[in-house]
């Protein structure tokens, strides 16, 4: 029983914690309506963070550019021949931790483009659009023929007759989901810190609906 109890001890942390999706949805199903996500953002808050939460923060102050060395390092993956990038990061999580290190996977797209402020659509403007990071992070699948969300979004307004305003500095912009999720408190607040009083000043105050192109996104807006 003592042996039992130990694994399930040394197990309980990553099979609860590590692994929650912290999405909410275990609300809908449950009988008195809890969120066991809530409660386990505040254990990853809670837990010694070290090197990886330091490095986390610190990319809330350089999203853009964060964001952008991702795409094109899928892009330059992308290029290699067929296993060589999937083989360099399977050696890479031999040396560091497997949760810093991603694994490539040959199906993934090349990187996508930076977002960038202006205006989409045409007519007046009726909205802001902040398309979502992942955008920048991943292009199109590849074999399509699409040119991706932020350019069928801008369709859809053009056939519409309407117009959305892509705030300024939109590429160091974002929901703030990959922080608060992780339980990053100092990031989240940095990143939240920036991103109102822009999407307050661009949609007058909230005269103007806020609108994204992910689900995520859309959720972590509203919570900011």
Known sequence: AQRRAAELERDEPYESVDTCAVDGMCETA????????????????????????????????????????????????????????????ALARRILPPDVMPQYDDALPAGGHQRRP??????????????????????????????????????????AGIALLVPDQVASLCCGTPWKSKGHLAGYERMKGRVVPKLLRASALGALPLISDAASCTEGFRTM
């Open 118 to 159: 202006g205006m989409i659509g045409t007519g007046r403007i009726t909205g802001v659009y902040v398309p979502a990071c992942i955008q920048t992070l991943f292009g199109p699948e590849g074999g399509t023929t699409s040119d991706g969300v932020m350019a069928a979004v801008s369709e859809l307004c053009e056939r």
């Open 30 to 89: 449950c009988p008195v309506t809890i969120n066991t996500g809530d409660l386990v953002r505040r254990l990853r808050a809670e837990s010694p963070g070290g090197s990886v939460r330091a490095a986390w923060n610190a990319s809330a102050g350089a999203w853009g550019v964060v964001t952008r060395v991702g795409g094109l390092a899928l892009s330059a993956a992308d290029r290699l021949p067929g296993g060589l990038a999937e083989g360099a990061t």
